[in-house]
């Protein structure tokens, strides 16, 4: 990986200091069938309503069908940096199971992406989640029950090397990495009272 571990007020676990969603994608990067299967048994494992599962995935390995397919689907910004992905995968949620409507099944999927995405950290990958593609078209192009809803591409490979991208996205991908400090975001006694 790089150095570009997240700065924390206190520390957290590696895995959570290193993931990050970089664009730089090495176009000759490989998932092996083992990582691959490693990543999506992290995912199956994220926890969930009542065990209820909701998470599903369609996968496509560069040069496959599936691939060209998800590929297809995403914006034509996501198109731009994307295409060196080794992996697309389309996570989607199983809104019904056979006891009816599934609780909270995007919470769900959320959980199970996260966990894929730590898992990639873990197997030397990088993941980044895509929300700009066409869901209703991914509906139709893997003809998807209508109880399963598409919520995010995944791309999956590994990391490369930032002159790769245009300028813009260089900038992006070079520039410090940023978040709302604990004060805006965890609150106590009333909202907008920091606990730290």
Do not use: Y
């Amino acid at each position: 990986m790089t150095d570009r571990d997240a700065e924390t007020s206190v520390p957290v676990h590696p895995l959570i200091a290193a993931r990050w969603s970089p664009r730089a994608l090495d176009p000759d990067g490989k998932v092996t069938d083992e990582q691959l299967r490693a990543v999506l048994e992290a995912a199956r494992w994220a926890p969930s309503n009542g065990n209820t599962q909701p998470a599903r995935f369609l996968v496509g390995r560069r040069g496959d069908d599936t691939f060209g397919r998800l590929f297809d689907l995403l914006s034509r910004r996501n198109q731009g940096w994307a295409h060196p992905a080794a992996v697309l995968l389309l996570a989607c949620a199983a809104t019904e199971n056979e006891k009816g409507a599934v609780p909270m099944p995007v919470f769900g999927v959320g959980l199970a992406a996260e966990n894929l995405a730590l898992q990639a950290v873990a197997e030397g990958l990088v993941a980044h989640q895509m929300g700009g593609f066409d869901k209703e078209g991914a509906k139709l192009v893997f003809s998807l029950p209508p109880d399963v809803e598409p919520q995010v591409v995944i791309a999956l490979g590994t990391l490369g090397s930032p002159d790769l991208l245009d300028e813009d996205r260089r900038a992006k991908e070079l520039a410090p990495r940023r978040r709302k400090p604990l004060s805006e975001i965890a609150f106590t006694g009333e909202w907008g009272t920091p606990i730290f």
